[in-house]
């Protein structure tokens, strides 16, 4: 038997099952690799279609002890929003899938849906199907359909040596909020929302769209993320240990569990903060669009070097992040 584990994880098998599954076409203009699939629309010549798709598994991505309903389909939605919002574009139409177990009472699944509709009240997303079925345990199937403007569209492949590597905001509250949960250590309000109910970073992806390279959201871990816009540009990263911004409470959570604050932001979990890479000339104009954002480090020419710098000028590997078979 050959595990998943062994042939890379999450992301040697996907590589390996788009190998069996190759067909092309020319109004594909991006399949899978990126946040979403980019699509021609034969009538706009102007825009892409857009098609993302995430799985919510009880147990694995939420707990029904710890979250309410309501609070796991808000954060479905966003999870899938925020790849929309990676490759500068705006949800439309959403899809649902259950799985529902025995056991779910009927109140659950109304205000999972009310969740979902809190989150599509505040993007614009309009529900238009799903499917639903029987099965062991609960799962949840979002897939979101967007749109992006040729112009805005900032693929994974797009970064370029020279360019800023730049993030909207800070990161690891997420896992952080995870970690001390599963010690049953008190967790602050401020990291109990970013982990129950994370927002997608909409309201600037177009902005930024407009007049980045690549763009890529943080959904496994900033180490994977960047290693992810890394590869397929085929350049190098070089990231400031000292720039990553990290809440302060990330920084106490990190002392109570005697760990790297930092490793919050690397290796954790649903940030759905952006990630892009932007000339310096264009970042000039970022500047005076007037929303907050952190520099945190530079594209290099040497394609497979992903490093951190210390403050002290030590270099080590970006760390790969999340996988689910890791
Ligand atoms: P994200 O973290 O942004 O949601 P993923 O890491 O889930 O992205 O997926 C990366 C790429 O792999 C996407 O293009 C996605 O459509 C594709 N992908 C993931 N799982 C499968 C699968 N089982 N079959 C085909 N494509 C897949
Ligand atoms: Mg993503």
């Not at 699509?39 to 939420?62: G, K, M, N, Q, Y």
């Not at 909207?168 to 990291?191: C, F, I, M, Q, R």
Request: aromatic fraction near 6%.
């Amino acid at each position: 038997m050959t595990t998943i584990k062994a042939i890379g994880g999450e992301f040697g098998l996907i590589e390996r099952l788009s190998k069996i599954s190759s067909e092309q076409s020319p109004d594909l203009v991006q399949g899978i690799g990126d946040d979403a699939a980019v699509l021609a629309i034969p009538s706009d010549p102007d825009s892409f279609l857009l098609v993302t798709t995430d799985l919510l598994v009880e147990s694995r991505h939420f707990k029904r002890d710890w979250s309410s309903a309501r609070d796991i389909g808000v954060k479905a939605v966003e999870c899938n929003a925020s790849d929309i919002a990676a490759m500068g574009g705006t949800p439309t139409w959403m899809f649902v899938s259950l799985v529902l177990s025995d056991q779910i009472d009927l109140d659950w699944v109304e205000n999972l849906y009310h969740g979902l509709s809190i989150s599509c009240k505040r993007h614009g997303i309009v529900l238009a199907g799903g499917d639903t079925t029987r099965g062991p345990a609960v799962v949840v199937n979002i897939t979101l359909m967007g749109r992006v403007g040729r112009s805005n569209l900032c693929l994974r492949s797009a970064a370029e040596p020279g360019d800023v590597i730049a993030v909207t905001g800070s990161l690891g509250a997420s896992a952080a909020a995870l970690a001390l949960l599963e010690k049953n250590l008190p967790v602050s309000d401020y990291l109990l929302a970013k982990h129950k109910t994370p927002r997608c970073r909409l309201d600037v992806a177009e902005r930024i769209g407009a007049v980045a390279n690549a763009m890529i959201d943080i959904s496994d871990g900033l180490g994977s993320d960047m290693t992810h816009i890394c590869r397929q540009s085929a350049v190098g990263a070089e990231i400031q240990a000292a720039a990553v911004p990290l809440h302060p409470d990330v920084v106490e959570a990190g002392r109570k569990l005697a760990q790297s604050p930092l490793d919050f932001a690397l290796c954790g979990g649903e940030d759905l903060e952006l990630l892009f890479t932007i000339s310096p000339p264009n970042l000039e104009k970022l500047t005076s669009s007037g929303f907050k954002f952190y520099i945190i480090g530079s594209i290099t020419g040497n394609a497979n070097t992903f490093v951190i710098v210390e403050e002290d000028g030590g270099r080590s590997p970006l760390p790969s992040g999340f996988d689910h078979f890791a």
